[in-house]
Structures are given as structure tokens and as C-alpha cells.
């Protein structure tokens, strides 16, 4: 035996070792098989010599059709590689990675069909699958491709539909047209790709702006995908639209926090903001200041509660403006306002506006309607209580000074409220 002929043997012994062989005629009769074939589709080999290549494909004219070309090539002598659907002895459904390899004789043309075979069926399903829950996020969910210098490479037509735009108007656009106009251009944003583009994972809500220019409110998350090599190359984006979620809570929280007849920030707000503020490092100083309408309430006694809340949302109006550098105007109840100032805010000048402002005569309905303010004052302390309760007694003190004029809370005050409200009462 030659050094070649062994080698050639050699070679094929190797690979029906190691892989599932048949051999058919130019008929698509089986001539041999080898034992990992048989064990593959399930055999003896009595059941498949002589027997043709079609009883191992599905019936149905699909299979049919794939099969007859299949053999109108392989008889012309074309090699054929790919994955067919076959079926094995118990009528079970495979998948098979196939090597068809005509055999050509010294003429040229064909005379044996050799097939090299590997069970991929595994694989087919679990490629399956992937595929069905891919398919199944783009039905239900928004789904965006960007690369990674952020342009949209890919989008589905329910993201589409979010955005109120056409495909041809977002591909190869970049991202940032779908955010705010002051995100855009900020260090947040720029870090925001550097991450993606690392790898990182990001999932939450987000603001964004539609084709109109409208605000949408977007779950979504954004993925970093790597190919082939490991290399990351794009961003997937899903995403689910929350708007009308998201602006519900909004209304919601809003109404929580504000007035609805002023559209100031109501008890529950300022409680809020003065939590944080002492939760704050204790460098964060402020002030807070109680404003009580004077001469309000006969407004409502003689014109009605319709003209006393008018007034009343001028007079809120009038504070607000006096005081534009607070950091929340709140009212808190009837014709009872708070103010919470940044330390570096002068208050006492701020509280002499409020006065001046509120004693403007209000015109409403050809009649001329004056109110006045007074106002108490207190400085940064330990705690909100204290400093509600130090604010109280200025304001007390500023009605017992003659109203329309503010009184800042000093430690040689008396501190008894319940004596000075007795004293004050004939005043309120």
C-alpha cells in the first residue's frame, strides 16, 4: 500500500469515527452506513440498506420539493451542505447538519452520493426558542439598535409608535433625539454612552420627548451586545411606554404636595422640604417665616367664600413674588402661609415685601378690597418643631405690635404660646 493510499484510508477511517456516514446511489438508494449513523436515526442497518434516502424525510409537500432538489443537484454533481429536518424510526422530528458529497469518477460525473452527518437538533431548538422569545419581545415591547457612537441602526414599529415618528426619520439619527433638550448636551449623558459602551447593563425610567416635542415617560432597558469575537457591537434598547402611569403618579404626587386653590405647596410639601433640610449637613442654614393674613376674614363674613378665595389667591400670588429666591412658599391652611429662606437671604428685608405688597389694595368685581400681613420670623435651629414653634411666636408678637409688619423671633422672647394667644385673642 502506497504512503498515499494509506493516508487516504487513514483520513477516512478518522472521520467515520467521528461522524455519521451513509452512502447512497444516484438513485438516493442507501448502499452503507456506519454504527454513529444507525445510532443517530435510530436503526439497524437492515432497516435502511437498500431503502431510499426519503424515508427519512418528514412527509408534506414541503419536504417533498426540498428533497427532489435536493437529488436533482447532487446527480448534476453540485456538493450541498446545510441543516435539514429529518425523521427518525420513532417518527420523531431531528435536525440534521448535513454534508452531501458526490463521488465522480474518472469521467467526471457522479457515480455515489457520500453524506457526513451530525445531530444538531439540540441546537436547532434552543436556537428555536431564543428566536420565539426574541419575536415575542419585539410583538410587545418597543425595540431599538443603536451603534456604538449612539445612531439608530434598527427600531420596531411599536417603538415607532411611541415616538410618533417613520423609520426613515430616526435610522442613523443619533439617540439624543429622543431626549430632553438639557440632557442632551450634559456630562450625565456623555457618561451614560461611555457605560453602555464598556458593557455595562442600564435599566429605568427615563424622560424623553416624541416627534411632537411631547414628554414620554419610558421603562426601558439597554443592553450591550458582543458578536462573535466578544467585542461589544451595538446596544439594544426595550422599552415599555409608562407615560400614562408616570403622569398619573405625578398628578397624584403633586396633589399631595399643593394647594389647589393657590397652587402653592400645601402642609404636606413644606414637611416635606424642611425633612430634607435638616436632614442636610448642619452647614445648610436657613430661616422660615409665618405669614397670617389680617382683616381677612370679614372679607368672607360680608362678600362670600366665592370673593374671600379670590383674594386670597391674590394675596398667595403677591407673597410668592415677594419672595422669589425662597426655596418653598406653602400654604398651610385658611389664610396661613409658610416660607422656607436660604440663610443668605436677608428675611427681614424679604418679610418687609411681603407686608408692603399684601396691604396693596385688591380690586375685584368694581370693589376695592384691603388686607394686610403680619409676619413671624425664626432663624435655623435643631429641629422643625422648634422652628415652627419660634416662627409661631413672631407672628404672634407681629399682630401684638399692631399687624401689617413682621417680627423676627430673638431667645429674650417669652416663649409661653398659650398665654399669648390668651393675650392676643381680642387682636386675631
Not at 58 to 82: C, D, M, S
Amino acid at each position: 500500500m502506497s504512503d498515499l493510499t494509506f493516508l487516504c484510508k487513514s483520513k477516512i477511517e478518522a472521520l467515520e469515527r467521528s461522524q455519521a456516514v451513509v452512502e447512497f446511489d444516484l438513485s438516493g438508494t442507501v448502499i452503507r452506513t456506519n454504527s454513529l449513523f444507525l445510532t443517530l436515526m435510530g436503526y439497524d442497518a437492515s432497516e435502511v440498506v437498500h431503502h431510499q434516502h426519503s424515508m427519512f424525510v418528514p412527509p408534506g409537500f414541503k419536504h417533498a420539493t426540498e428533497h427532489h432538489n435536493l437529488w436533482q443537484k447532487l446527480r448534476r454533481g453540485e456538493f450541498t451542505v446545510g441543516e435539514f429536518c429529518r425523521i427518525n424510526s420513532a417518527k420523531d422530528l431531528v435536525w440534521i447538519h448535513g454534508v452531501y458529497c458526490p463521488l465522480l469518477a474518472s469521467d467526471g460525473h457522479p457515480y455515489r452520493i457520500l453524506k457526513f452527518a451530525s445531530d444538531v437538533t439540540l441546537r436547532k431548538r434552543h436556537d428555536a426558542d431564543f428566536a420565539g422569545q426574541i419575536a415575542a419581545i419585539r410583538r410587545s415591547q418597543a425595540v431599538a439598535e443603536f451603534d456604538l457612537n449612539g445612531r439608530v441602526s434598527y427600531v420596531n414599529n411599536n417603538f415607532l409608535d411611541i415616538f410618533g415618528y417613520r423609520k426613515l426619520q430616526v435610522i442613523n439619527r443619533h439617540h439624543a433625539m429622543f431626549v430632553p433638550a438639557e440632557e442632551r448636551g450634559t456630562a450625565e449623558y456623555k457618561e451614560f454612552w461611555e457605560l453602555l459602551r464598556s458593557g455595562e447593563y442600564h435599566t429605568g425610567t427615563f424622560k424623553r420627548v416624541d416627534s411632537a416635542g411631547r414628554t414620554k415617560w419610558i421603562q426601558a432597558s439597554y443592553n450591550s451586545v458582543r458578536n462573535e469575537n466578544g467585542t461589544i457591537s451595538k446596544i439594544v434598547k426595550f422599552a415599555v411606554d409608562q407615560t400614562d402611569a408616570i403622569e398619573d403618579h405625578l398628578r397624584v404626587d403633586y396633589l399631595y404636595r399643593h394647594d389647589t386653590l393657590t397652587g402653592l405647596s400645601n402642609r404636606a410639601g413644606l414637611q416635606l422640604v424642611l425633612d430634607d433640610k435638616f436632614a442636610e449637613a448642619r452647614s445648610q442654614r436657613f430661616s422660615m417665616m409665618l405669614v397670617d393674613l389680617d382683616q381677612f376674614k370679614c372679607i368672607n363674613d360680608t362678600y362670600g367664600h366665592p370673593v374671600g378665595d379670590e383674594v386670597l389667591r391674590i394675596a398667595a400670588s403677591r407673597i410668592k413674588d415677594s419672595v422669589p429666591e425662597a426655596v418653598i412658599v406653602a400654604r398651610l391652611g385658611g389664610d396661613e402661609f409658610a416660607i422656607v429662606l436660604h440663610e443668605a437671604t436677608d428675611s427681614e428685608a424679604a418679610a418687609q415685601r411681603i407686608v408692603d405688597a399684601v396691604r396693596e389694595p385688591i380690586s375685584h368685581d368694581g370693589v376695592v378690597h384691603r388686607i394686610g400681613a403680619s409676619v413671624g420670623i425664626s432663624r435655623h435651629c435643631q429641629s422643625r418643631t422648634e422652628m415652627m414653634r419660634r416662627a409661631d411666636i413672631a407672628l404672634y408678637m407681629a399682630k401684638e405690635a399692631g399687624r401689617n409688619t413682621y417680627r423676627l423671633f430673638k431667645q429674650d422672647e417669652p416663649t409661653d404660646v398659650s398665654s399669648l394667644e390668651a393675650m392676643l385673642a381680642p387682636l386675631l
